[in-house]
């Protein structure tokens, strides 16, 4: 469609008919013109042009342009006349596209009642996987939730430079590790890196799932693998009950958990520095003392000994008892 027949339909939606077009076209190129010298101008016989000129006149199109018997006709500017008649159309207009978002999104809750293919995607394979999570986090404008098991599926914390990309734009992260993964070589280091950086950690004995959720709008959940590749698989969930179920699954696990790599300032409060209470937050996690030693560099008597310590500047002499001064003095 060519811009002239696009302009000529925007009339016709204004109410001006191919001969008042012509008509008022012409009054245009000659400014003024009687009865006579305006049948000259246009090819349309008498009754036509009458009739066109009794309607551009009905619209404030044309106008006398003297008090003369027969006094030329002059045309008046389209915007003042037809001003009205858009600004119409244009409240028309915006009422339908709010009615087409509205019938829309009716549409795809009954489609997501019905068919569950618009509800989750499936992603098979370690790369699409992986390029699916570093996709959620550049995406990401908001807050990112983790449940971090041990032996990762797709990507490991070394991998995840999407995290860093993301803390520095503002993005808010709030990841739950498990115990086991802590004991994985490094891992201890690569979440330290992330606390440091912005990332609140904390610790649980064990997640039921692998999950990752982006502004609380789109999650992926790793499933069993595929049965013909073996390749690890995954669900992209987008709003829904299922998605309102695993935010409220990471809530109540969130708050259960113990912090880890407390961002208090180290001896604000008279309490542990900063390597005490990296070692606190690790042994109120249950870690072992032994994967602890492992992970700072220790033997597994200096960790004793530190412990005792700590034991000491708490008033207590037992383990349980650690834990429990540790919470109540918000050394974590």
């Excluded at 389209?78 to 829309?104: F, K, M, N, W």
């Excluded at 990841?175 to 993964?181: V, W």
């Excluded at 912005?198 to 610790?203: D, I």
């Excluded at 064990?206 to 595929?226: F, K, N, Q, S």
């Amino acid at each position: 469609m060519d811009s002239t027949s696009g302009g000529r339909q925007v009339l016709r939606i204004l109410g001006l008919d191919e001969d008042q077009e012509q008509v008022y076209r012409a009054l245009l190129r000659v400014s003024a013109a009687g009865r006579a010298e305006l049948a000259r101008q246009v090819p349309l016989p008498a009754d036509r042009v009458a009739r066109a000129l009794a309607g551009l006149r009905e619209r404030g199109l044309v106008a006398p342009a003297g008090a003369e018997p027969d006094p030329p006709l002059r045309p008046l500017p389209p915007d003042v006349a037809l001003g009205d008649e858009l600004l119409r159309h244009q409240q028309s207009l915006d009422s339908a596209r709010r009615r087409v978002a509205q019938l829309t999104e009716e549409y795809r809750a009954g489609v997501r009642r019905h068919d569950a293919d618009h509800l989750v995607e499936i992603v098979t394979g370690s790369d699409a996987l992986r390029a699916r999570l570093h996709r959620l986090q550049d995406d990401a404008r908001v807050e990112v939730l983790w449940f971090c098991r041990a032996n990762p599926l797709a990507m490991s914390g070394p991998e995840n430079v999407e995290e860093f990309a993301a803390l520095a734009r503002g993005v808010s992260y709030r990841a739950i590790y498990e115990r086991d993964l802590l004991a994985e070589p490094g891992a201890l280091a690569d979440v330290e890196k992330a606390v440091r950086s912005g990332e609140q950690a904390r610790v649980t004995d064990l997640l039921p799932v692998r999950l990752a959720i982006a502004d609380r709008t789109t999650a992926i959940c790793p499933l069993v693998p595929d049965r013909a590749s073996g390749e690890p698989s995954a669900a992209v969930i987008g709003r829904s009950q299922l998605l309102d179920a695993l935010l409220a699954l990471f809530d109540s696990h969130w708050t259960a958990a113990t912090p880890l790599l407390s961002g208090v300032d180290p001896r604000a409060d008279g309490g542990p520095d900063a390597d005490e209470r990296l070692l606190l937050s690790l042994f109120v996690a249950g870690v072992p003392d032994k994967s602890i030693a492992s992970q700072l560099g220790l033997s597994r008597r200096t960790i004793q000994r530190r412990l005792a310590d700590l034991m000491t500047l708490a008033g207590v002499d037992t383990r349980p008892g650690l834990a429990y001064q540790a919470a109540r003095r918000g050394w974590l």
